[in-house]
Structure formats: structure tokens, C-alpha cells
């Protein structure tokens, strides 16, 4: 049980007074979930193992020229060929153009209501920190919660 | 003349001539910790001995193909003599891309084919259509289908009717397989121990120990009790490379309920993850990501459509991406969709034996049908007319 097997009490050291808590606005919220959404669409969370190694000294022997590629048509080819997706979301102008396109496609919000769980453990969670507004499940997740995460950078 | 099938995915490249069978290779490159200077391309992954810490390097962006230097690395291997010794001028290729592909990016491609491959012909084509095909060539006799697509990058859901797409009808739910595994690494970052460089490991735990629960609810009150009661709970071993090469998950008969293993293992408790990730795909709003699951956009694109036709695709989903490979999700897929759909319409969702692969094998039966010469584009129709003649031939 949360509060303790034998009948034990939790006494929550938040390390300020309740009264002083910090809250966070519902724009913070917002921009720490979204950050949060963002980070997991990354491919890789650690740096290319390439960008670590030193520059190559003087004496150091540089790669053999390659095959020349056939047709190229110099760098305005080359330069096309690098652009990110939201560039190139951008340049499909798909608000000017006739639907359905990407956009139109994509699915609606659920007219369902969304489950909650504990930012902790994740299972079921009925209570709500007042300072950022993530969920918990019992007093134990919630000090958890306070030391680990609360104003802290999640990831 | 041979035809060279591939579906590009984001994350596997299914390549195979249409006399063959289909290859699965990594449709990437990769970098590791150990071999910093080296770059492994594809399927060269198996020569890396230690994948901890595997550095991936895409091609896609959000399901999109974005980086044409990487895709070109990837192709060179494929198409060259380590691999499928593809004879250009004699060869014909079919390939897939994602619904709603960018002008930019479908003009690119037709570059990339004709100019710079010079392949004979192309056809470019999405890969649910691909899977549609397949499907009304098992059976002949239904009129439409409704292709369930969920891959690396999304999943889309694509209603077809006599083999043409309703574009109006298809929806995209920005939940892939990437998602859950960079879910999963971390929720066990976060509760048990520093994975979020591994995303090779944690996919292949994923793999490995996730399913779709049939109650939900149920399952989280099992997954919270202690000892040998909790039957959802499972101990992963995780590999470390020289004595354990490949992570497991410890059979039940095996797991210590109480107490440490005695072997110097390292592993990984897992309960409710196992089915709380793949719930992403059933519920979206569970992580913050406001968009209908699988189920409710199934239901509100076919609503989206004819009533007539409704029927017939309640009648005919199918599965086909990686994520339909989870333990249970066509059941759940199929009960979700039953209690969403009028009790007169009878709903029916078919899992293919091989859902990665199934787009391939209509790539394969499209290439032997009569038909294939007129989909095509040929090479010097393209040098005569330009991108033109592939915006008017291919329905992207």
C-alpha cells in the first residue's frame, strides 16, 4: 500500500512551504509537453560517434577521390537533396492547395477522454502535482516525482 | 528484362526481383562506438559485433524521404555487386512511397531513377496499394479494402475501392514503431537504468516482450501485485556483447520472484510497459498526442465515405506494417472496432502470415500482371516529357 504496510505515515518533505510552491502556467505546461513530444521523435538520443574524433592531423591521409557520380548538375542538385522536412512541408504551400493532401489527413483529435497515468510508475493515476501538473498515483510517487523530475528538464 | 521490387521504408527496405524472394535490410546507415571511423551501411550491420550504443543515420524524416545522400549510400549497396547486381539499362523497378509524397521529393526521385540509375522503366507507387493489390488477388470477389499501414514513421489508414485509392479517406496517425521504442527507452530510463542510447537494444525488447492486452484495466491491477500473482511481470536479459550476444526474456519456469539473480546478468524488470506501449497505437491522447487511435480512425474515415461502401470495408481491413506483429493487436484491433461499428455490420480484420513483407508480394504479383507495361514509365518517355508523364501516370 502506498501509505505503508503497517499503518506508517508519509510525511512529505518538499523542501519549501506548500504555501510557496512554485506553479507553473498553463503555457509552460504546454511547451514542456510539447518539448517532451519532440524529443521522442529524434533518431538518436547520443552524439554521432564521428563528431567525437579529433580533426585529422596534417599527416594524415585523406580519402581517395570517388567515382564521379554520372549527370550531376553541381550544387543546386546537391543543395534540393538536403533540405529538412519541415522545409520541404513548407514548400508544398499545401494551405494554398486543394485538399485531401498531408494535412488534411491527418487524424482528428479522439472524442474520447484521455487516460491518465502516474509520470512515476505509469499505472492509473487519480492525483495531479499542483506545481506542474503531472500525474501521480500515490504519496510514494509523488516524492519521487518532487525529487526527480518536477521542475527539473525531463530528459 | 527483370523487375526489381522494393518498398522503401523508413526503417526496413524490403528488395526483392520479382522471380525471388524478399530480402529485409535496414534501410539506413549506422555508426558504432567501437568502430568510430568506419560507417556500416544496410545489412553491413551484421558485422558490427558490439551494437551498444548504435548510432542510426536515416534517410527519412517523419516518414518522408529527406536525405538523398544517405537513401543514394543505401541504393549504391543494394544495386550493387555485394548485393542485387542490378543491370540498369535491362531493368525495370518498382518502387513505394509515402501517401501525399512531396512534389519536391517525387520529382527528386524521378531524378534519382532515370538520370542518375537510369533504370529501363519505374513505377512509383504507395505501398498500401501494393497490399491492396495482393489482397483482391487472394479475393477476387470483394470490391474494396481498407489498408491498415503501421510502420516505423505512422500509420496510415488507406480505404480502397476496386484498387484505386479514396484519397479523401485516408487518415494518418503520427504513431510508428519509432515512437514506442523512444517511449520505452525512456520509461526504463527513467525507472531503471540509462538506456537511452540504446535504441538498437530496447527495439529488439520491445520486440521481444510487448503486446496488445485485450483488458487494459485488468492487466494493470495483475501488473501491480507482487511475487509469482503478478503474471504479466517479465525479466529481460539484456546482452552485453561477449557471453550473451542477444538479449532474452527469462522464461517464467527460470525468474527469481524474490531476491537477485545469481548470475552476474544484467536485466530488465518489465510490467505494465509490455502492454502500456503499444497502447500508444490504440490511444494516442496516453502520451499527450492528440489524435484518434487506430480504431476511432478506422471508423471515422470509412464514415467519411459512401454508406454503401461502408460494409465492405469493415468487411475487409488488413494489417500490414511491423507494429500489427505485437501479440494480440488484431483481436484487440478487431473487439475496439466491433463495439465502434452499428451491430448489423459485420466487421472482419485480416493478418497477413507476413504483414512486414505482404506489400512486397503484391509488388511481385503486380509485376507479372498484363498490366504492368501500361503503369509504367520508360526511361525516354521521361527524357522526352519530364516529370510530367510520371504526376499523370502515378497516383501518389
Known amino acids: 500500500s502506498p501509505l505503508g504496510g503497517s499503518g506508517q505515515v508519509w510525511i512529505i518533505r518538499s523542501g519549501s512551504d506548500a504555501g510557496q510552491r512554485r506553479v507553473l502556467d498553463e503555457a509552460t505546461r504546454q511547451r514542456r509537453l510539447t518539448r517532451q513530444l519532440e524529443a521522442l521523435e529524434k533518431d538518436n538520443f547520443q552524439d554521432d560517434p564521428l563528431s567525437s574524433l579529433p580533426p585529422p592531423g596534417p599527416t594524415a591521409r585523406l580519402p581517395a577521390f570517388k567515382k564521379k557520380r554520372r549527370k550531376t548538375r553541381g550544387d543546386h542538385f546537391k543543395q534540393r537533396f538536403r533540405k529538412n522536412f519541415t522545409t520541404l512541408l513548407e514548400e508544398e504551400n499545401l494551405s494554398e492547395r486543394a485538399e485531401p493532401n498531408y494535412l488534411s489527413a491527418a487524424a482528428p483529435p479522439s472524442s474520447l477522454p484521455p487516460r491518465l497515468f502516474c509520470c512515476v510508475c505509469g499505472f492509473p493515476s ?3 502535482c499542483t506545481t506542474c501538473g503531472g500525474r501521480y498515483c500515490s504519496s510514494r510517487c509523488l516524492l519521487t516525482h518532487r525529487e526527480t523530475r518536477c521542475l527539473k528538464w525531463t530528459l | 528484362m527483370a523487375t526489381l521490387v522494393l518498398d522503401n521504408g523508413a526503417y526496413w527496405a524490403k528488395i526483392g526481383y520479382s522471380q525471388d524472394k524478399v530480402s529485409v535490410i535496414p534501410n539506413c546507415q549506422f555508426r558504432s562506438k567501437t568502430s568510430r571511423l568506419k560507417t556500416f551501411t544496410a545489412n553491413q550491420l551484421d558485422e558490427i559485433k558490439d551494437p551498444s550504443g548504435l548510432f542510426y543515420i536515416l534517410p527519412f524524416q517523419k516518414g518522408y524521404l529527406v536525405n538523398w545522400d544517405v537513401q543514394r549510400k543505401v541504393w549504391d549497396h543494394l544495386f550493387g555487386k555485394e548485393m542485387f547486381k542490378v543491370e540498369f539499362p535491362d531493368t525495370s523497378i518498382i518502387i513505394t512511397e509515402p501517401y501525399f509524397n512531396f512534389s519536391s521529393i517525387q520529382e527528386s526521385m524521378n531524378e534519382i531513377l532515370f538520370e ?7 513505377l512509383r507507387i504507395n505501398a498500401g496499394s501494393l497490399g491492396a493489390h495482393r489482397y483482391f488477388t487472394t479475393k477476387p470477389s470483394e470490391l474494396c479494402c481498407l489498408v491498415v499501414d503501421s510502420g516505423f514513421s505512422f500509420t496510415h489508414i488507406v480505404p480502397y475501392c476496386r484498387s484505386k485509392k479514396l484519397k479523401e479517406g485516408i487518415r494518418r496517425i503520427n504513431v510508428g514503431g519509432k515512437l514506442l521504442t523512444n517511449h520505452l527507452k525512456e520509461i526504463i530510463s527513467y525507472r531503471q537504468l540509462h538506456v537511452m542510447d540504446e535504441t ?3 527495439n529488439q525488447v520491445k520486440e521481444d516482450v510487448c ?3 485485450q483488458q ?16 504479466v511481470m517479465r525479466d529481460y536479459v539484456l546482452p552485453d556483447f561477449s557471453a550473451i550476444k542477444k538479449g532474452f526474456c ?3 519456469e527460470e525468474m527469481v520472484f524474490s531476491g537477485k539473480y545469481k548470475t552476474g546478468e544484467q536485466t530488465l524488470q518489465l510490467a505494465n510497459e509490455r502492454f502500456a506501449v503499444p497502447e500508444m497505437l490504440f490511444h494516442p491522447s496516453d502520451i499527450g498526442i492528440q489524435e484518434m487511435g487506430i480504431p476511432e480512425t478506422i471508423a471515422d474515415a470509412v464514415q467519411s465515405l459512401p454508406e454503401e461502401m461502408h460494409p465492405h470495408f469493415y468487411q475487409n481491413i488488413v494489417l500490414t506494417g511491423g507494429n500489427s506483429l505485437f501479440p494480440g493487436f488484431r483481436e484487440r484491433l478487431e473487439a475496439e472496432l466491433r463495439s465502434l461499428v452499428p451491430a448489423h455490420l459485420p466487421v472482419n480484420v485480416f493478418l497477413p502470415e507476413n504483414p512486414v513483407c505482404y506489400s512486397w508480394e503484391g ?3 503486380l509485376a507479372h500482371s498484363p498490366d504492368y507495361d501500361e503503369m509504367v514509365v520508360m526511361r525516354e518517355d521521361y527524357e522526352e516529357n519530364g516529370h510530367i508523364i510520371c504526376e499523370e501516370k502515378f497516383d501518389i
Do not use: C
Not at chain 2, 216 to 231: H, L, R, S, V
Open chain 2, 116 to 122: 542518375e540509375y537510369q533504370f529501363q522503366s519505374a
Open chain 2, 250 to 252: 527469462k522464461p517464467r
Open chain 2, 211 to 213: 503486446y496488445v492486452s
Open chain 2, 216 to 231: 487494459f484495466y485488468k492487466d494493470m491491477e495483475i501488473a501491480q501485485m507482487k511475487g509469482e500473482e503478478n503474471t
Open chain 2, 363 to 365: 509488388g511481385k504479383l
Open chain 1, 126 to 128: 487519480h492525483y495531479t
Open chain 2, 200 to 202: 538498437y537494444v530496447i
